[in-house]
């Protein structure tokens, strides 16, 4: 298909994470308060990666408060824990809190490849949310599921994270070819830069969204 202009609408570009002090003053005012960092965040990008979730599941009070600080139009990608499976339905009724915000879940998968594990799972999540697999073994190369950093599977979205930083302009001019690609496609694609103490992160997602349009 020929590349043509992005629908910036189904390209949610950031960071993994908001909520880093050291980031005031080169991206947050220095007067900012950790309270108001989401908020500042939202106001320059439209989606963020939320790595605390996978340590500890949020209250659904914390997930209602994130969509309220947050703009339409604005998506975050949620790290499943690692009990997420053993309670879904706890999990799955608290992301749901964030309503029209809530973008893909990431499973963080370690152990080796086991097929029967896997159609177990895929059988049991709600089909209405995008689950993602994070697989950390090369054993399960080539599965057929939503993975991580895959541009060529048959999942109907993309999901990206970048995790090399520094970037040069020359690399984000190619990301951005890639993911004009993918939207050109049809596909949504989520895209999350690797959290520095720096504020690098939200820098290149902010770059990159410039390139994008």
Known sequence: MADTAPTLASAYVG??????????????????????????YATRLNSVELNTTGYRLPSE??????AAETP?????AVKMPARGLRELPTF?????????RLGPVRIVVQQLRDDGW??????????????????????????DAPRVDDLEGPAPFRYLRLRE???????????????R???????????????EDEPTAPRYAERLRALLE
């Open 15 to 40: 960071a993994s994470g908001f909520s880093y002090p050291s980031w005031r003053p080169g991206y947050y005012p220095l007067e900012a308060r950790p309270a108001d960092f989401l908020r500042y």
């Open 61 to 66: 009070e914390q997930f209602e408060r994130w």
């Open 165 to 179: 930083p520094p970037y040069t302009e020359g690399e984000l001019l190619e990301w951005a070819r890639r993911i």
């Open 72 to 76: 339409p139009g604005f998506r975050f």
């Open 181 to 195: 690609s993918l939207l050109a496609e049809g596909r949504d694609t989520y895209c999350y830069f690797k959290h």
């Open 118 to 143: 896997l159609t177990y799972v895929l059988g049991s999540i709600d089909p209405a949310i995008r689950y993602v697999f994070d697989f950390r073994h090369p054993s399960w190369e080539g599965v």
């Open 92 to 100: 799955e009724e608290r992301v749901r809190r964030l309503g029209d």
